[in-house]
């Protein structure tokens, strides 16, 4: 597969794969998410690759989730809600490689989902997370909420969601949402450092922890595949479209008229 929205590359051993929209701050598409799918896929399964390392293009973003231009109820795509998204969650669990998220600006809706679903995120001082799912009219009912509450908390998992703020480098870190921060200007370099110390590891211990760890919150597969039907029925509502909408018109979205 030729990529048109993201860059695939080897260094020393790891694979770089960096969504490449900044225009977009990095959101994606269907193209983009089936573009990941198969970089995940050939990284994870070439013996000289060690270590996949995730990143946004440009200074502003990793990712901010699905693209909204792209977004009409339904997104462009294959998948149940368009985007594959339990598809392109999967692999990044599946991979039996340590998936290593770069995050220098917004990790944003689902750019934070992909940040949280990668085995480690290391974050530079201008980072900025959070989600926006019930501002905008969508939510993930799979990894994005049940396992963001096995890596924060539960408490803080519900405030992420219900609340919609912003999160700076240095708050995700203090909620186990990253595990280090650095100056923006060092991230690479920090980023290849811890790289360069996973290449010197056993790649089947890693590869058999990783499995281990993922083992406890395997079922969330199933409840992501069951929530994606419920939300693309949410989608065909005007109270999600509402969110949608108001986000391009760039105003508050007025849900009260539509809630239960
Ligand atoms: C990222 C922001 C916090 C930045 O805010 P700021 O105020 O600094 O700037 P603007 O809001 O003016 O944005 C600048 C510029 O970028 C465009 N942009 C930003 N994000 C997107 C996007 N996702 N898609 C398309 N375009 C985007 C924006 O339109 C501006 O362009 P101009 O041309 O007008 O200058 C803020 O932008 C923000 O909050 N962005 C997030 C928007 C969003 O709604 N994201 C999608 C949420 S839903 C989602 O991601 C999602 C992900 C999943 O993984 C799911 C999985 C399973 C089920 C559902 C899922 C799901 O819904």
């Not at 809706?109 to 989600?131: E, H, K, P």
């Not at 480098?169 to 690479?188: F, I, W």
């Not at 994606?228 to 949410?234: D, E, K, P, R």
């Amino acid at each position: 597969m030729s990529y048109e929205d993201i860059l695939y590359e080897i260094r020393d051993g790891a694979a770089h794969i960096t969504i490449n929209r900044p225009d977009k701050y990095n959101a994606f598409r269907g193209q983009t998410c089936e573009e990941l799918i198969d970089a995940f896929n050939k990284a994870g399964w070439d013996k000289s690759v060690g270590v996949i390392v995730l990143s946004g293009a440009g200074e502003k973003a990793f990712c901010t989730g699905g693209d909204q231009s792209a977004h009409e109820g339904q997104y462009d795509g294959r998948g149940t809600i368009g985007l594959p998204m339990e598809d392109l969650h999967s692999i990044i669990r599946d991979v039996p490689k340590p998936v290593i998220a770069k995050v220098q600006g917004f990790a944003i809706g689902g750019g934070n989902v992909l940040a949280t679903i990668c085995d480690m995120t290391i974050a530079g001082d201008r980072a900025q997370f959070g989600q926006v799912g019930p501002k905008v009219g969508s939510v993930d009912p799979g990894y994005g909420t049940a396992f963001l509450a096995r890596v924060v908390g539960e408490k803080k998992a519900r405030e992420i969601w219900y609340m919609c703020r912003r999160y700076s480098a240095q708050e995700a870190q203090e909620m186990g949402l990253v595990n280090k921060v650095v100056p923006h200007e060092e991230l690479d370099a920090e980023v290849d450092r811890w790289c360069a110390e996973i290449m010197e590891k056993s790649p089947t211990a890693i590869a058999l922890a990783k499995r281990s760890f993922n083992m406890d919150t395997e079922h969330q597969r199933g409840i992501a595949g069951l929530g994606m039907l419920g939300l693309s029925l949410y989608y065909d509502t005007d109270e999600s479209k509402e969110g949608g909408i108001a986000f391009k018109e760039k105003r508050k979205p007025d849900f009260r008229r539509f809630g239960k």
